[in-house]
Nanobody, 123 residues
Framework: VQLQASGGGLVQTGGSLRLSCTAS????????VGWFRQAPGKEREFVAT????????YYTESVKGRFTISRDNAKNTVYLQMDSLKPEDTAVYYC?????????????????WGQGTLVTVSS
């Protein structure tokens, strides 16, 4: 599976962006998908995850109520809608496909990773 993350960019505080993660060469419709991010000088951290059907989602505390993960298996795409963005959301965002169908926040449970898309939130 090859994953392509897109949709990053520069936005002001309070703005919105929608990231997309599209799979090619093989579907990931049977796998959970997660979004992670890595800010400059920091370790990669979990952001959100969604199970294979889309009925189970989980978010890190700092983005709850602001970010929404969803998926369209017919399009082989997972989305991360990011609203009310803050400067501390600035990071490279990565999508990843899990080994299982169940949502998980553990990076070690993810098998395939996209190349990342940069999100910059200006104050």
């Amino acid at each position: 599976v090859q994953l392509q993350a897109s949709g990053g960019g520069l936005v002001q505080t309070g703005g919105s962006l929608r990231l997309s993660c599209t799979a090619s060469k093989r579907t990931f419709s049977n796998n959970a998908v997660g979004w992670f991010r890595q800010a400059p000088g920091k370790e990669r951290e979990f952001v959100a995850t969604i199970n294979w059907r889309g009925g189970d989602t989980y978010y890190t505390e700092s983005v709850k109520g602001r970010f929404t993960i969803s998926r369209d298996n017919a399009k082989n795409t997972v989305y991360l809608q990011m609203d009310s963005l803050k400067p501390e959301d600035t990071a490279v965002y990565y999508c990843a496909s899990a080994r299982s169908s169940s949502s998980t926040s553990q990076g070690s449970q993810y098998q395939y990773w996209g190349q990342g898309t940069l999100v910059t939130v200006s104050s």
